[in-house]
């Protein structure tokens, strides 16, 4: 056999061998795309499907989808949602998958909070709790005013936003058909908030109760992209110099002082 002959037989060859992979390949691919396009069975809703519907609940119907269509976490079988609880909306023709579904305990108010966070209910007058406009879903911050007794003449006080960006879980009204007694003028609000948060508003919230040294009202936040200033405080003098000049301010002051040499010197 010449030189020549056997790089023939060997190109041959390896072109034999590069049409069967090519082939090999075609063939699997063919087999891939017919698997993916073969349907299978699913559940999905048959009428829309609210938070907190019990899996036994649930209205399902069966559909045939591409395999490729199935959402993870897609159901076959409603035991496998029986002793679950619907943990956010599903909505009609939509599949019904495990993610949608948790524990019963889920449910209701304990379902809107986790690890840290706390449901806190708390009430006042319509003014603070945005009574009419504040709804569940909405987010508000919780400011505070409070008088700081500084043991002279002259106390101080004080506002500035305690908490900020706190999620409301339930509204409700006083009066005689509202949960916190009737014949009050009161309205109640409950707030998803942190347990360190808590023990802010806790604060400035008693003090409000017990004396008028203290007063808090909620404050509602934009729907959609809502923005924070930088944390700071106002007290009566700082209110009362606001916007005025150093040189006045000193004024002010040397005045201050002159007047109470005056009514000093009179006694």
Request: proline residues 4%; positive net charge; charged residues 15%.
């Amino acid at each position: 056999m010449t030189y020549r002959m056997r790089n023939i037989l060997i190109a041959v060859a390896l072109a034999g061998f590069a049409a069967l992979l090519v082939t090999f390949y075609i063939s699997n691919y063919k087999k891939s795309v017919q698997h993916q396009q073969a349907t299978t069975t699913v559940l999905v809703a048959a009428h829309d499907i609210a938070q907190g519907t019990l899996g036994t609940q649930a209205p399902l119907t069966t559909r045939q989808v591409p395999r490729a269509s199935v959402v993870p976490g897609a159901i076959t079988s409603p035991d496998q949602i029986r002793t679950l609880v619907a943990i956010a909306p599903i909505y009609a023709g939509e599949q019904v998958t495990t993610r949608r579904f948790g524990p019963e305990v889920q449910q209701g108010v304990p379902g809107q909070i986790a690890g840290t966070q706390r449901a806190v209910q708390m009430s006042g007058d319509p003014n603070q709790v945005l009574n009419g406009t504040l709804k569940v879903g909405d987010h508000v911050d919780f400011e505070g005013v409070v008088d700081v007794h500084t043991g002279s003449s002259t106390d101080v006080t004080f506002s500035r936003i305690m908490v900020r960006d706190l999620k409301v879980l339930q509204v409700q009204t006083g009066g005689s058909s509202g949960k916190i007694g009737a014949g009050n003028s009161l309205s109640a609000v409950m707030l998803r908030m942190t347990d360190a948060q808590s023990q802010k508003i806790m604060l400035v919230y008693a003090a409000a109760r017990q004396a008028s040294t203290a007063y808090w009202t909620l404050e509602l936040r934009p729907g959609l992209k809502s923005q924070d200033s930088p944390n700071s405080f106002e007290t009566n003098f700082t209110v009362l110099l606001d916007g005025i000049s150093s040189a006045s301010v000193r004024a002010i002051l040397n005045a201050s002082a002159a007047a109470a040499a005056v009514a000093g010197g009179n006694h």
